[in-house]
């Protein structure tokens, strides 16, 4: 517990939360590890959690038939991976497959929503600073939709 | 300060022939006033005057005897100076390699009749430009050296000029060869001359002239205390550059091009315009390729074209280049406004669109909003 | 009185090497065919490429600027002349005019760390200060390379790229907008790359080029990462016909890229990046 304690207080995403909201919050996690080529979640499974990378690269993928598996984004250390633990209907919408040795810290989502629902305020620091992760991803994409490479 | 008789101008037109000078100034054609090659004084506009307005031009004559009752017209003196259509080189094919010939640029020596205190003023602005910065124009610098000026003050200023707001007009305050004013005094119609340098000095020894009395000089004040008078427009030259520059986002924009055509024409013939691109055109069997120089307009929709498309697709974007390259960037590209005064791309606009306007319109905008 | 050189009359330039680096981009080396030479480049500059009959084009150098005689020009094929240019060969003739210009601020960067953010065919015109820097490392602090291109297949320089990501002296991470194939590498905007990237914001150069919206917002990843505005440097594009302050398409505000630029610091033309059709 400590250990994880000490684990979640040095990722970026809880970067100068209070100690004892990632006191609180370490309950719900737990430490794993991926092998290179393992699907860490799939396209349309029960989505209970999310992911903060430590180490290693994964890759979230959509596949698309005919073209097969089509990466969209690297997520690295230091990034957090999965938000549809928040929104129902609470599922996975691409698959992550590590690329490779991959440790996270894995955070049970339905434990997350009940501390969250019990303590309003460690609730709306979480959703502020998952807010801020969903709009750098959305400009990230952003810009990779306008394909600034184009000829044309 | 001498005065000559109307007739010895006969006079001055063969002293400069003798020197080799290559005559233009203004002449009817088209029923308008352009600048082309003077054989002698008859070739000039005697008699004739124009009316300008906004998007109009029209001339009429009468029995007046008067040589210069008129101002300017479409056509400024930069297109002897800053040659609308230019061969750069040429190369000749060699298997997959070129030889570059450069053709041999012996302009003639113009001798510039005719030209009016806005237009020296214009020729100092571009001087700037193809002289004085980075690089140098070997072709304007070849056309430049040799120019004979016989300039002329404006009697009869028309409704679109403003030079009074810059001070480039209507009086030739600064150097021309020769500058002549156009005196009547009841009955008597004579030209008071001021030799603005030695090579002026000289051709002026070719002509008959008297001393200038008292009374011709009192004259000379008179008519161009009128003729300053006599100019309405007005540009506010305070502040202009930071009036641009603060509004390059204004809705303002947006309105004008809802006149704006486009044309082109303001920049064809602002005597300052100084845009030009490249052509590259081949014989038919391919074996000579020419690259020529010609004028060119920050109006036209491919004047900002990168791969990809245009910078510039709006006609808002484009006059709103325009006027601000005019009136702002140019001081901070070259030292001085880019604009003379002229009124000319208020007369040739075919909507009249008028940049003494356009700039108080923004002023106005402004002093609503704050 | 000596003729004026004319600035727009160019020099004829034999192809040593057309190498084509992916589908539609190329590498040109360029040597003198007579005795006329243009004189010496700096990292960042242009020369006017005139294709005989066709017309002519700005390109960046993208060679080694204290390499002597050989220019090197990497173009990408978007036009009417440079499609034509894909064509030439070893021993064709095309003519030159440069360079023109302002350089990368190589000087300015002595003893700082320094940040290269390359989008597209923009590692082009930056490749000769990457040559710099690693001819001259010790000059330099800590040394970061960025690259984006549009899909794996797009990679300029991989050759090259591979030596100097084998090199421990400096740290070069790509990335791609898309992934094709097997690519196993990183995917996203390049912008993403810079939060990840070593280097002390306080005491480093950031030197970027690309389409202007990439560079846009990499100048607003590299600040929101603590580098100052005047140590941001970019390379702008517009139409040229002269490259010589007087055909006027250039014009930037009150800037000719031509002479004023092409390289400025960010906070020079900080307000201008921002109007739209300007």
């Known amino acids: 517990m400590e250990d994880l304690k000490r684990l979640l207080a040095s990722h970026p995403f809880f970067k100068d939360m209070k100690e004892d909201h990632i006191a609180f919050l370490a309950g719900c996690g737990k430490n794993v590890r991926f092998e290179p080529g393992e699907f860490i979640f799939r396209n349309g499974e029960p989505a209970e959690k999310f992911y903060l990378v430590r180490h290693g690269a994964v890759s979230l993928e959509i596949f698309v038939p005919g073209r097969g598996a089509v990466m969209i984004e690297t997520i690295r250390e230091g990034n957090v991976m999965g938000w549809s633990w928040l929104v129902p209907p609470y599922r996975w919408h691409f698959d992550a497959r590590a690329l490779e040795l991959t440790r996270a810290i894995e955070m049970d989502g339905k434990c997350v929503r009940k501390k969250c629902e019990s303590d309003p305020s460690l609730g709306y620091e979480l959703m502020r600073r998952i807010a801020a992760i969903m709009q750098e991803r959305l400009k990230a994409t952003q810009l990779q939709l306008i394909d600034v490479y184009r000829k044309d | ?370 | 009185m000596a003729a004026l050189p004319d600035p727009m009359v160019p020099i004829p330039y034999r192809v040593e090497r057309y190498r084509k680096e992916t589908h539609d981009t190329f590498t040109l080396e360029l040597k003198p065919a007579t005795a006329q030479r243009l004189s010496a480049f700096s990292a960042g500059q242009f020369n006017m490429l005139y294709i005989y009959g066709v017309g002519e084009v700005p390109i960046s150098i993208s060679g080694n600027p204290e390499n002597g005689e050989l220019i090197v020009h990497t173009t990408r094929a978007v036009g009417t002349v440079t499609t034509v240019m894909q064509s030439l060969r070893a021993g064709h003739v095309i003519g030159l005019r440069g360079p023109f210009g302002t350089p990368w601020p190589i000087e300015v960067a002595k003893g700082q760390d320094v940040v290269i953010v390359a989008g597209g065919i923009g590692l082009a015109p930056l490749r000769p200060v990457i040559y710099y820097l690693l001819n001259h490392r010790k000059k330099f602090g800590k040394i970061v390379i960025l690259y984006g291109a549009r899909t794996p297949e797009d990679i300029l320089f991989r050759k090259e790229i591979k030596s100097w990501r084998k090199r421990l002296d400096l740290e070069v991470l790509v990335t791609v907008d898309r992934a094709t194939g097997n690519w196993r590498g990183n995917v996203g905007v390049v912008t993403r790359l810079i939060a990840r990237a070593p280097f002390d914001p306080y005491a480093a150069i950031a030197m970027v080029c690309g389409p202007e919206i990439m560079m846009y917002y990499t100048v607003l990843e590299l600040m929101d990462q603590g580098i100052p505005k005047n140590q941001i440097y970019i390379s702008m594009e517009r139409n040229m016909k002269c490259a010589v302050g007087f055909c006027g398409h250039c014009q930037y505000g009150p800037h000719f890229i031509c002479k004023d630029g092409p390289v400025f610091p960010y906070e020079r033309i900080e307000n201008l990046f921002t109007k739209r059709e300007i």
């Open chain 2, 1 to 370: 300060m001498v005065v000559i008789e109307p007739a010895a101008l006969e006079l001055l037109f063969s002293a400069l022939k003798e020197k080799g000078y290559h005559l233009v100034g203004p002449t009817i054609r088209d029923n308008t006033i352009v600048l082309d090659t003077l054989r002698t004084p008859a070739d000039l506009p005697i008699g004739w005057e124009d009316e300008q307005q906004p998007g109009q031009y029209r001339l009429q004559h009468t029995n007046h005897t008067a040589y210069f009752n008129y101002v300017v017209g479409p056509q400024s003196f930069k297109k002897f100076l800053h040659e609308p259509r230019l061969t750069l080189f040429k190369a000749i094919k060699d298997g997959h390699a070129f030889d570059i010939q450069t053709p041999p640029d012996n302009p003639p020596a113009y001798a510039f009749i005719g030209i009016r205190a806005c237009e020296l003023a214009a020729i100092h602005i571009q001087d700037k430009v193809f002289l004085e910065s980075d690089f140098q124009d070997p072709h304007y610098r070849a056309r430049r050296e040799k120019i004979f000026t016989v300039a002329v003050n404006c009697n009869r200023p028309g409704a679109n000029c403003f030079c009074t707001s810059w001070g480039t007009g209507p009086e030739v305050t600064e150097n021309a060869d020769l500058i002549l004013s156009e005196i009547f005094i009841e009955k008597t119609h004579l030209f008071l001359v001021k030799p603005g340098s030695s090579k002026g000095k000289e051709i002026l020894e070719n002509i008959p002239y008297r001393e200038a009395n008292a009374e011709i000089l009192e004259r000379h004040t008179q008519q161009m205390q009128q003729a300053r008078q006599a100019i309405t427009k007005r540009i506010e030259s305070e502040g202009i550059k930071e009036l641009f520059y603060n509004n390059l986002d204004s809705p303002h924009w947006e309105k004008v091009a809802e006149r704006c055509l486009s044309c082109a024409n303001c920049t064809m013939v602002c005597p300052t315009c100084f845009c030009t691109t490249v052509e590259d055109v081949t014989n038919l069997q391919g074996t000579e390729a020419e690259r020529i120089r010609r004028w060119d307009s920050c109006f036209t929709a491919d004047f900002s074209y990168i791969h990809g498309g245009s910078i510039r697709k709006s006609t808002a974007s484009r006059y709103r280049q325009w006027i601000t390259h005019k009136l702002a960037t140019w001081q901070d590209q070259f030292g001085t406004p880019g604009c003379v005064g002229c009124g000319r791309c208020i007369t040739w606009c075919p909507v009249g669109i008028d940049i003494t306007e356009e700039t108080q319109a923004l002023r106005q905008i402004i002093s609503v909003e704050s």
